[in-house]
């Protein structure tokens, strides 16, 4: 099993933001948590990258577990995060933002090819690589966010809500640069308040609500499921 989580619980003080929450991941998946704020999605995924203790519960890993593994030592086993908000350092370069993703990273002649991947990816970063990424328009700052991550060379990629705040056509081009990268063999785990969009793009999704995981399946399934329907979809 490529990721599993197991009967995951995490308090913040008396709050409980997840209870037992279990499910899995398999290598080459897009699976998508949805649900309504607050629910708990952006916890659970700051607990897969090592930014929040869960108070019980097991994360394994490709075969080991993971549970209170650092979150520097998550980076260099392949999990990566591109968070809400983005988390750019908004006074340093586009370029300096981007290699700082592959600070676990040693090996320099790689990191460069790395860095020209991410330009090919998202050409207008190398235009702009020299400015200050806190002067990007709200589509370029995600690219960066994305192209971040991936300089750490993930297995695991998590996004917190890549969709947010943008344009269609911004959307466009960074959800088909994800299929790209699953295509490649990267695995996704995205969390999206666009129940539309998630469900259209993943292979599988589950739904979170007060905590707890209350359905799961085939991303069509979903799309078709009435209290889905109701409760994201729009009816």
């Known amino acids: 099993m490529f990721l599993l989580v197991k009967k995951l619980s995490v308090n913040y003080g008396k709050i409980e933001a997840l209870r ?52 520097d030592r998550r980076v260099r086993e392949g999990i990566a995060q591109v968070p809400e908000g983005r988390g750019l350092f908004s006074v340093l370069s586009v370029e300096d933002n981007l290699l700082l993703g592959a600070y676990t990273r040693k090996d320099r002649d790689a990191i460069a090819r790395d860095l020209r991947e991410v330009y090919r990816r998202f050409p207008i970063l190398e235009e702009k690589r020299r ?46 640069t994800l299929s790209r990268l699953r295509d490649e063999g990267t695995t996704i785990f995205l969390v999206e308040q666009n129940a539309h969009l998630a469900l259209g793009f993943a292979d599988r999704a589950y ?23 109701e409760a994201y979809l729009g009816g």
């Open 20 to 71: 037992e929450v279990s499910l899995q991941i398999e290598e080459g998946e897009i699976v998508a948590l949805i649900g309504a704020n607050g629910a708990g999605k952006t916890t659970l995924l700051r607990t897969l990258s090592g930014l929040a203790a869960p108070r019980s519960g097991r994360i394994d890993y490709l075969g080991r577990e993971i549970t209170r593994l650092a979150s």
């Open 131 to 176: 400015q200050y990424a806190g002067t990007l328009s709200g589509g370029q700052q995600q690219m960066v966010a994305v192209g971040r991550a991936l300089m750490s060379r993930p297995k695991l990629l998590l996004l917190d809500e890549p969709g947010m705040g943008l344009a269609p056509v911004i959307v466009d081009e960074i959800f088909s």
């Open 207 to 229: 739904v979170l609500e007060n905590g707890r995981i209350v359905r799961e399946g085939p991303s069509r399934e979903l799309l078709d499921d009435e209290s889905v329907k």
